[in-house]
């Protein structure tokens, strides 16, 4: 449920909420999912995973495996060609382990068969022997010297300390805490899945992949097969979510590895639980935080040791740190600061992006602490915020100045103007009370409360990574054909790219191209960045062609191409009367443009902290209204108020739908989401112990889009598809100290720690 | 892998009879699960849903009991003349999981896996069900809590099926309550049905999710009947009532595991039970 801004504009152009072309294939089980390719003569592939957390290899007998008919190829370490390891930032994970397995779910080898269930029983049927040692899964322990190392690179991903400003500064107020986070699940729906059909002779592959990114994919690939980058050829398969858990390889390397062993297409998808193994999660986290403020609540100084438990291997952990560390203030001035953030190494799933990226811990840190400081200086959490809250041209404790359009204040004011929900009838339906229909709880046993979260959050990649987005414009007889690289994961740039070529040119009819790697990269589906980058991209292209069709059009008919706009469907002259469809102007012409998007250059930090390492920021607002029952410790969340900073709405019913997305998912992580695990095994990787939200946990949702067009943004566009999910968090949670007076310092919050 | 797919009770007897190893299904909600994770790698299957006699439901001649056929879908039991003769049943049924798995879901599923997890048992311990085993040649009939042996463990014979159960229609207050982590679709982490039988002056307090099989807290039960008339509706004292709750909680057994704590457990229990024998004397 939710109140969004209707808009009537007769065409589907920028503004409008134009409909996903995608959308009634998605609910009437139409749209073709990776998992649902299917190849002539295709083999199946699947991974045997190591059971323990930690264990030398000692042998691996495949005897046994091979002899099971239908069995055509079983795959090790010493199988990989080229580069025996992979990963996004660090290249230490392996394809298989061949020495030591350093979590539960380590590929070990793979198989290819006839059938899913010989695959079953040839991975039953292959015998490896382990040396079990003891795991390491204390990420404080992890860090020690004296600790074994679980890899050869060490225990350590990063340190990065943040030191500005006076280090010896007390203040009059003092409030400090260690808060805990859990290990949150992407959870996404469509499994990961993959088809990879071998060129003859064994020259390249193609391949269709449900991920993130399909050059950075490419690029793996490439390496562990020795091939060079253009015999990976790749087009996305239709992917059901991702949240950050595709932008790691999971299945790509074995499937092509398959595929070229046994010269037949391979398919291989993962089950859910699998799907658990298969894919890097949250960061879970410890965050020391002391602030120190003036008595009337004015921030002076940040204290704060962050300690991210990145698992086995070093994934994206280094830059999700950066994250964390560069975010701990959150969106209130602050001059000084000593922070220290550490990304540790240890024997659990290995950890990297999800939605918010290190900003979700950082920020259920600090606004934790916002409250405790409002109680200290006796003010509203309303009022700490205003007072703190952080305006354009504020630096950052890294040195940074916010260039970026900062209303945060209006966020918070137009997020308290919003309407509170009326209050529990006492003859309420049992479905609107906590337990639902469990009828656990009657009115008289729930108390209301009400919590806040405010967050500021990075946009695009960070630290000098230029991580551009390229797109292709062709204009002919009045259709559009746009290609780009740019993955869909249900995020909307199916829909809004068409919008952008009809505003920019005039045309009602916009053709998409497959997405593949014929075209340059379009970088990641991730960091809020796709709107902003393949957005800057596709709108680049379409203006070059607009260009190249005035200067047709001027020559044509004896106009300079200076004074011709796209007006509605036409090209139309400003200073006289000539106007003319672009329809018929494009008619027997050919224009091709290519245009690649760059966001502006950004820096390392330094070994203080110091630098320009981000792009742009956006900021939102929560407030959070839920009920519990305090004496058994349940809770149902009731309404969720919001105004988010977005730049400019694009497409109104898009962007509602990443904002109830991401309240769901932070709701999530507040009170149910979390893989729990018992040195280093997970203990419920299924949909019957992982609890998501249902339909009935889902609040309603009031959300206000604070249009100020940012004029980095090629579109005016910020980046929305993570600050939803970050502040809600933390004011789920102080909604629920509101209303018992527990301190409740780690999420997600069990009903144990409300009542117990 | 052979699936037997009867159309009559008499065949599907006579099924079991002969292959009395084969592999029970009826809406497959538990069974389907396991086999999907390679839990259970079933050879002969014989399912139930085509076996019309066992989806329906009947009052005794004598209006004092419910036969249930084991395979009646629990949505037939949220509303209408079950869930007003049945009430504590109907309660049960509706938290079972989502429309689509009360649409299959089933007394006879309940019983067959044995969870204490089951939504359905703790109502038919607290109402003293019996149940009807069948095979082709004999009947018998044996109480829900002989039934029950252990944890996902029954009486249930090889060659038998689970035909129905019988349910009394009792003159007093019955009710269900169940807590799980999240609002709808969830398996419980403690559940508690409490019946008090007014004709009797008996009171019935099963619990579910605390031990390796539903529990019945009978040295509770007994306790109270002694403290208050229980063929009267009767405000129950606030220390009668913790003690009563604390007296239930020490009947549970529960186990900590991913889905709880041993302590939470107890502590659920024993509000439940208080909740629901408030209710039964403000209702």
């Known amino acids: 449920m939710s109140n969004a801004t209707k808009t009537s504009i007769h065409r589907d152009v920028l503004g409008a909420s134009a409909l996903r072309p995608d959308g009634a294939a998605k609910v009437s089980g139409k749209f073709e999912f990776s998992s649902d390719l299917h190849a002539e003569h295709m083999l199946w592939g699947a991974t045997l995973r190591s059971p323990h957390p930690f264990a030398r290899i000692i042998s691996i007998d495949l005897s046994a495996a091979y002899k099971i008919d239908g069995v055509e190829a079983i795959i090790t370490a010493q199988d990989v060609p080229g580069k025996k390891t992979y990963g996004l930032i660090s290249s230490d994970q392996p394809v298989f382990a061949s020495e030591i397995v350093r979590y539960v779910g380590e590929p070990v080898a793979a198989v290819a068969a006839d059938h899913p269930e010989t695959c079953r029983r040839a991975l039953a049927a292959i015998k490896v022997n382990y040396e079990v040692l003891t795991p390491i899964t204390d990420a404080e322990l992890a860090m020690l010297p004296s600790t074994t190392q679980i890899h050869p690179d060490g225990n350590l991903f990063r340190h990065q300390r943040i030191i500005t400003g006076d280090q010896n500064l007390q203040g009059e107020i003092i409030v400090e805490a260690t808060y805990e986070m859990g290990m949150q699940d992407q959870a996404f729906l469509g499994l990961e899945a993959a088809l990879a059909i071998p060129d003859s002779g064994g020259a390249g592959v193609e391949m269709f992949v449900a991920t993130q990114w399909l050059h950075e994919d490419q690029k793996q690939i490439a390496a562990c097969l020795d091939l060079p980058l253009e015999k990976i050829r790749i087009t996305l398969g239709g992917v059901g979510g991702a949240f950050g858990a595709r932008e790691d390889i999971s299945l790509q390397v074995h499937c092509a590895l398959l595929a070229l062993r046994t010269s037949r297409p391979i398919k291989m998808q993962y089950g859910r639980e699998e799907s658990f193994y298969g894919h890097v999660h949250r960061h879970p986290a410890k965050i020391w935080i002391r602030h120190h403020a003036t008595r009337t609540g004015v921030i002076q100084r940040i204290e704060s040791r962050m300690v991210f438990d990145g698992g086995a291997y070093a994934s994206t952990s280094a830059a999700v740190l950066i994250n964390g560390v560069t975010h701990i203030q959150g969106p209130y001035k602050c001059l000084n ?16 992006a999800m939605r918010g990226f290190g900003v979700v811990q950082a920020c259920y840190a600090h606004e934790s602490q916002m409250d405790k400081l409002a109680v200290a200086c006796g003010l509203s959490p309303v009022e700490i915020r205003l007072i703190n809250a952080m305006v354009t041209g504020d630096k950052l404790i890294t040195g940074q100045v916010v260039e970026s359009v900062a209303p945060v204040e209006r966020c918070i004011r137009e997020t308290d ?340 | 892998m052979t699936v037997l797919i009867p159309q009559s009770l008499h065949d599907a007897l006579a099924a079991a009879t002969a292959n009395p190893d084969a592999q029970i299904i009826q809406g497959g909600t538990d069974l389907m699960v396991e086999v999907n994770f390679n839990h259970r790698k079933p050879t002969d299957v014989i399912a139930l849903r085509r076996v019309d006699e066992i989806r329906n439901y009947v009052v005794t001649a004598d209006k004092k009991n419910v036969v249930i056929g084991s395979g009646l879908p629990y949505r037939e039991m949220e509303h209408g003349e079950l869930a007003q003769l049945l009430p504590a049943l109907a309660q049960a049924a509706r938290t079972v999981g989502s429309p689509q798995i009360r649409a299959a879901g089933s007394i006879g599923g309940n019983l067959g896996t044995c969870s204490p997890a089951g939504d359905a048992l703790p109502v038919l311990s607290a109402l003293d069900a019996v149940i009807n085993l069948q095979t082709a040649t004999t009947s018998r009939e044996i109480s829900v809590h002989d039934f029950m042996v252990g944890v996902k463990r029954n009486a249930r014979q090889p060659g038998e099926l689970i035909v129905s159960a019988t349910l009394p229609i009792i003159n007093g207050w019955q009710g269900y309550a169940k807590v799980g982590v999240r609002n709808a679709m969830v398996i419980s982490i403690a559940s508690c049905c409490l019946v008090i039988d007014r004709e009797k002056g008996s009171i019935g307090v099963a619990l579910g999710s605390v031990g390796p099989t539903i529990i019945r807290c009978r040295e509770t039960e007994q306790w109270l009947a002694m403290q208050i008339d229980l063929k009267n509706i009767s405000i129950v004292a606030p220390n009668l009532l913790k003690e009563f709750g604390d007296r239930v909680a020490k009947e549970s057994k529960p186990i900590d595991d991913h889905r709880s704590t041993a302590a939470y457990r107890r502590h659920a229990v024993a509000t439940l039970s208080r909740r629901l024998l408030t209710r039964a004397n403000t209702q």
């Open chain 1, 337 to 352: 600061a000593t922070v220290d953030g550490y990304a540790v190494r240890t024997n659990n799933p290995p950890c990297g």
């Open chain 1, 417 to 756: 103007a919003i309407e509170m929900p009326a209050p529990l009838a006492r003859n309420a339906n049992a479905l609107e009370i906590v337990g639902g229909s469990g009828l656990t709880s009657l009115p008289h046993n729930i108390v209301r409360g009400v919590g806040w979260g405010v967050s500021i959050k990075n946009l695009m990649y960070s630290e000098s990574f230029d991580d551009f987005a390229t797109a292709r414009c062709q204009l002919q007889n009045g259709v559009v054909n746009l290609k780009f690289a740019t993955v869909e994961v249900g995020q909307g740039f199916v829909v809004l790219a068409p919008q952008i070529a009809r505003s920019v040119l005039g045309v009602d009819e916009v053709i998409i191209d497959p997405v593949d790697t014929r075209i340059g990269s379009a970088g990641s589906t991730s960091a809020s960045r796709q709107t902003w980058m393949s957005g800057g991209a596709v709108d680049g292209a379409c203006r070059l062609v607009r260009q190249r069709l005035f200067e047709h059009v001027g020559t044509k008919h004896n106009i300079d191409p200076l004074r011709l706009v796209i007006e509605d469907t036409d090209v139309v002259d400003m200073l006289g009367d000539f106007r003319i469809s672009v329809i018929e102007a494009s008619t027997g012409v050919f224009i091709d443009e290519t245009f690649e998007h760059h966001h502006r250059p950004t820096e390392e930090l330094d070994e203080n902290g110091q630098g320009n390492c981000h792009v742009a920021f956006a900021f939102v607002a929560h407030r959070a209204v839920v009920d519990v029952d305090v004496e058994l410790g349940l809770v149902k969340v009731i309404q969720i108020a919001t105004a988010q900073d977005v730049g400019r709405v694009l497409n109104p019913i898009a962007a509602l739908g990443q904002i109830e997305g991401g309240i769901a998912q932070g709701l999530g992580l507040a009170v149910m989401e979390e893989i729990v695990l018992d040195n280093g095994k997970m203990r419920n990787p299924s949909f019957t112990d992982y609890l998501l939200p249902t339909a009935l946990d889902a609040p309603q949702v009031i959300a206000v889009m604070i249009e100020e067009p940012e004029p980095q943004a090629p579109l005016g566009a910020k980046g929305i598809g993570e600050p939803p999910c970050i502040s809600v968090t933390p004011a789920i949670a102080a909604a629920i100290r509101n209303a018992t007076g527990r301190d409740l310092p780690r999420v997600p919050i069990r009903p144990q720690d409300i009542c117990l």
